[in-house]
């Protein structure tokens, strides 16, 4: 590769990350397979027989799994490596993908998706923190926001591959992802911050060189050695992303952002997707209805990807929620006219759909890509692996909650409650975002560093507004 004197074109930056995140496609289509695959083997003439409480557990199993890999993953990132950890992945999902190929019970499915969650929780402590190290502040949160466009766009294909073929033939067209993966991010850069870390400089300035698209990387990996040689004094223990306090703060705002996103019920949408348009009663079906979801989906991610780093994260936020508890409200009160009332919606099928489309777009806008985004940037090298594990084990009970909760108000007392609560959470998010979320918008992680050990960030909102405040 030609590299050039000046500033360079950071190409290998976006190939590393659409290589790199091949995986979280891989995931998003474990997440969205329950959508299509549910309803068939559900029907009478399934080749699994299965109950509806054993399709829950289908589901919820997928994250279960994620805690054993979100812990393996404090011991593959440090030890082996950011792109190891990576490439790791694609074992489990390979793998999983082939049980389901050839299930013939809900133990075996139950199995595959367990398996699949282990490769899940590698992926979502990997991934952030690869993209966050490798990529320039000027376009961090454009590759960050890739790991939603991929998540997204994979949901997107199962549904197509899941309403069109048989479960056993869409797992093996899925299969291949992770082996594309291994093809094609094998040959991607190490993150230099992890080869810093492990005294290899001057490998690490290679990788710099190659990542910047530039000769003259002296000034930037003295900054990076400088930085990770400070976050590494001392022996590191578990308890200090507790007693440190920008460690706190960092923890504090990434489980709080990652609450607010699940809280709308955003995961149990996309689990149930085809289940809430069939209840509806809507005119297209519902395979072609939850296709029309994700495309959507996928779409506004991807603007949101292009303009976070020049919008910033918090008005993004902010528009989002806003946007997300008046579409789950009115998505509330229109599955409680139907079910306890007299009146007829026939005519007004059209509402879940709609409003489902609204929430989608003001979802994805915000709520969607910027919490996995604040993952990779608010840890020091020190404390990173250790933070992302307890991030990722809280999302998955946060998700698994959320996910039980949805099925079992929906099936108890209808699925306007649901709903309801989710419209509750946005306004508490709402307020969360406003007086805690910091602006990380254009900042190195070094500079995000010194401003949760000091002085907190300017707040980008009107000056109406209460100005961040940490506790």
Request: glycine share 8%; hydrophobic share 50%.
């Amino acid at each position: 590769m030609k590299l050039s004197t000046g500033k360079g074109l950071p190409t290998v930056q976006y190939l590393a990350a659409f290589t790199g995140t091949l995986n979280v496609m891989c995931s998003g289509m474990h997440y969205g397979w329950s959508s299509p695959s549910l309803p068939k083997l559900l029907q009478d003439d399934s080749p699994i027989p299965m109950t509806n409480e054993q399709s829950s557990w289908v589901v919820v199993t997928f994250l279960l799994g994620t805690f054993l890999g979100a812990n393996l993953s404090a011991v593959i990132l440090d030890r082996f490596g950011r792109k190891a950890a990576i490439l790791f992945t694609s074992v489990p999902y390979l793998t999983s993908w082939t049980l389901i190929a050839f299930a013939h019970s809900a133990t075996i499915l139950m199995v595959a998706r367990f398996i699949a969650g282990v490769g899940d929780g590698v992926v979502y402590c990997a991934s952030p923190m690869y993209l966050g190290e490798i990529s320039d502040p000027r376009i961090r949160g454009c590759l960050g926001a890739g790991i939603s466009v991929m998540s997204i766009a994979g949901m997107l294909l199962m549904n197509i591959f899941g309403s069109y073929l048989s479960v056993p033939m869409a797992a093996m067209v899925a299969s291949s992802v992770p082996i594309l993966l291994l093809l094609t991010f094998t040959w991607m850069p190490e993150s230099p911050y992890y080869l810093i870390m492990q005294k290899k400089t001057e490998q690490a300035k290679r990788n710099l060189m190659i990542l910047k698209g530039e000769r003259d990387v002296d000034q930037e990996l003295n900054r990076l050695v400088k930085a990770v040689e400070e976050q590494n004094l001392g022996k590191t223990t578990f308890w200090d992303l507790f007693t440190v306090k920008s460690n706190r703060k960092g923890l504090l705002i990434v489980m709080g952002a990652r609450a607010a996103q699940q809280f709308t019920g955003s995961t149990a949408i996309t689990f149930y997707a085809q289940t809430i348009f069939a209840e509806a009663g809507a005119a297209i079906s519902p395979s072609a209805a939850s296709i029309l979801y994700f495309t959507i989906h996928m779409i506004v991610v991807g603007l949101s990807s292009v303009i976070v780093d020049k919008a910033g994260r918090r008005p993004l936020m902010i528009i989002s929620v806003i946007g997300s508890g008046i579409a789950l409200l009115i998505e509330g009160c229109f599955f409680y006219v139907q079910n306890q009332t007299t009146i007829d919606t026939a005519n007004f099928a059209f509402i879940p759909i709609a409003t489902l489309v609204v929430f989608t777009i003001t979802f994805s806008i915000g709520m969607q890509p910027i919490p996995m985004l604040l993952v990779g940037e608010v840890f020091p090298t020190n404390v990173k692996a250790i933070a992302l594990t307890v991030c990722c084990n809280y999302f998955v009970a946060v998700t698994t909650v959320v996910s039980k909760f949805f099925q079992y108000a929906k099936d108890a007392y209808g699925l306007h409650v649901p709903f309801f609560a989710f419209t509750i959470s946005c306004g508490l998010s709402f307020l969360f975002i406003v007086f805690y979320i910091p602006e990380t918008k254009g900042k190195t992680l070094e500079e995000i560093q010194e401003e949760l050990k000091g002085k907190p960030p300017v707040p980008v909102l009107p000056e109406t507004y209460r100005p961040v405040n940490y506790i």
